[in-house]
């Protein structure tokens, strides 16, 4: 079973900045995506961000040039650092991870374990 934790959520005027964490047990395996996605209310769940285990990264267009997915395997934390938010990130935010695959999909069918989330509420 993954574990995947997340934390770092909370409440930033626009134009902020915030970083999520996501304390996961995937790293002990050699072929994985992880990804962040996130759910607003009366929505679909829409991938942010992704990498996988060889080190490619995929990033949503709406968050291109102002989120960083990023990890640290001695840690096991994945990180989502996102930077000049906007009201329109405010969502429920969740880690999810597959194993054995590769290609950082933001397709949110292909990942197998999620987190619980974290809230990121931006306001303007």
């Known amino acids: 079973q993954v574990q995947l934790l997340e934390s770092g959520g909370g409440s930033v005027q626009a134009g902020g900045s915030l970083r999520l964490s996501c304390a996961t047990s995937v790293f002990t395996y050699s072929d994985y995506r992880l990804g962040w996605f996130r759910q607003a209310p009366g929505k679909e769940r829409e991938g942010v961000a992704a990498?996988?285990?060889?080190?490619?990264?995929n990033y949503a267009e709406s968050v291109q040039g102002r989120f960083i997915i990023s990890k640290d395997t001695t840690k096991n934390i994945l990180f989502l650092q996102m930077n000049r938010l906007k009201p329109e990130d405010t969502a429920m935010y969740y880690c999810a991870a597959a194993l054995g695959r590769v290609l950082p999909t933001l397709k949110p069918a292909l990942y197998n374990d999620w987190g619980q989330g974290t809230q990121v509420n931006v306001s303007s």
């Open positions: 990498l996988d285990s060889r080190g490619s990264t």
